[in-house]
């Protein structure tokens, strides 16, 4: 087993451009979730999906889409990239949506909008 | 609204004890959870309690929850170079999972 995939490893943006960073699962989880990891402030929640076909905002969604296409892949796009995104985002999944089962976490995708 | 706070930096020499401690501030917390983190990779879990338990010890890992005071420490036995790392702590509720910043431990000899 892979555990959770993400592409790609790296990305440098110009402010304006668009991109969509992937996400894949296989470990069968029902929900899965991108954060992002900025220095000194942890991980922040920016969307989560519980199962497939729903998706919910986290903490900071705002210049963010997902897509979760179907129960493996969860997509995370940036539609205008801004300075303010660069950062390092993880996706990770589990097993259902509560709070009682481990995420699995991605290798990440390092950000810098330029 | 909710918040987990952990303090950024601690050092150690190897072969000490080292307790990293978190604070939270969500009462329905059931889970709280800790993960390691190192350099260049994602998050991998390390340990987790339950709230309705007081201490958890798994080999040189030892977590205490204070429930009352909403206080979390995570104790490492004989720390190695090997445990350095930034160590997160997350509590939370449904679909509300809060990590905190993070506590990075360096290890010197």
């Known amino acids: 087993n892979a555990g959770v995939t993400q592409t790609p490893k790296f990305q440098v943006l110009k402010t304006g451009q668009s991109m969509t960073l992937q996400c894949a699962q296989d470990m069968n989880h029902n929900s899965m979730y991108w954060y992002r990891q900025d220095p000194g402030m942890g991980l922040r929640l920016i969307y989560y999906?519980?199962?497939?076909?729903?998706?919910d905002k986290g903490e900071v969604p705002n210049g963010y889409n997902v897509s979760r296409l179907n129960k493996r892949e969860f997509s995370l796009r940036l539609e205008s990239a801004a300075p303010s995104q660069t950062s390092v985002y993880f996706c990770a999944s589990s097993e259902d949506g509560t709070s009682s089962y481990e995420q699995f976490f991605g290798p990440g995708t390092r950000l810098t909008v330029l | 609204g909710e918040d987990v706070e952990q303090s950024l930096f601690l050092s150690v020499r190897e072969g000490d004890s080292s307790v990293i401690n978190c604070t939270y501030t969500d009462s329905s917390s059931t889970y709280l959870y800790w993960y390691k983190q190192e350099p260049g990779a994602g998050l991998q879990l390390l340990t987790y309690?339950?709230?309705?338990?007081d201490m958890k010890q798994d080999q040189r890992l030892t977590v205490l929850l204070n429930k009352k005071d909403k206080h979390l420490s995570l104790r490492i036995a004989d720390t190695q170079t090997g445990d350095s790392a930034i160590y997160f702590c997350?509590?939370?509720?449904?679909?509300?999972?809060?990590f905190g910043a993070g506590t990075r431990l360096a290890v010197h000899p």
């Open positions: 309690i339950f709230s309705n338990m």
């Open positions: 997350e509590a939370g509720g449904y679909n509300k999972l809060i």
């Open positions: 999906s519980a199962s497939e076909g729903t998706t």
